[in-house]
């Protein structure tokens, strides 16, 4: 796996502040964060259902393969330096329950928390 592309909710202070974390790794597999169901997405991956993408967390590889939910949050990490080996524990049995409970307490805190952004969902602005 050469890159992946990882579709997030611009509108969710959660998922954008999960996009500048991810940005902040050291990756060793690129990582391009797109925001879900937008032009660039649509255009990207016309056969996806972009509706589903604002509602999970979905990654796609370079190949088209397609991760949602708790796969997608452990190819991100698979991703990433640091976090490697972590990812590979989360997708064995013996850590698969603790990446679905883990995911789902970030579902419920998003749910709870869904507050219009006002101004703090915005993408920074890049320079040039």
């Excluded at 972009?50 to 452990?74: F, K, M, N, P």
């Excluded at 970030?106 to 709870?112: C, M």
Aim: one cysteine or more; a positive charge.
């Amino acid at each position: 796996m050469q890159r992946l592309t990882v579709l997030y909710d611009a509108q969710c202070s959660l998922c954008v502040h999960l996009r500048h974390w991810l940005l902040r790794q050291r990756q060793l597999v690129p990582l391009e964060l797109v925001p879900a169901a937008s032009d660039e997405a649509r255009r990207r991956f016309p056969a996806l259902d972009h509706e589903s993408t604002l509602r999970e967390i979905t990654v796609i590889g370079d190949r088209g393969q397609v991760y949602r939910s708790t796969a997608a949050w452990i190819v991100c990490l698979w991703a990433l330096a640091e976090y490697r080996p972590r990812a590979h524990w989360l997708s064995t049995p013996a850590g698969q329950p603790f990446a679905k409970v883990t995911v789902l307490a970030a579902a419920k805190y998003r749910e709870i928390t869904a507050a219009p952004c006002e101004g703090r969902c915005e993408l920074p602005v890049a320079p040039g």
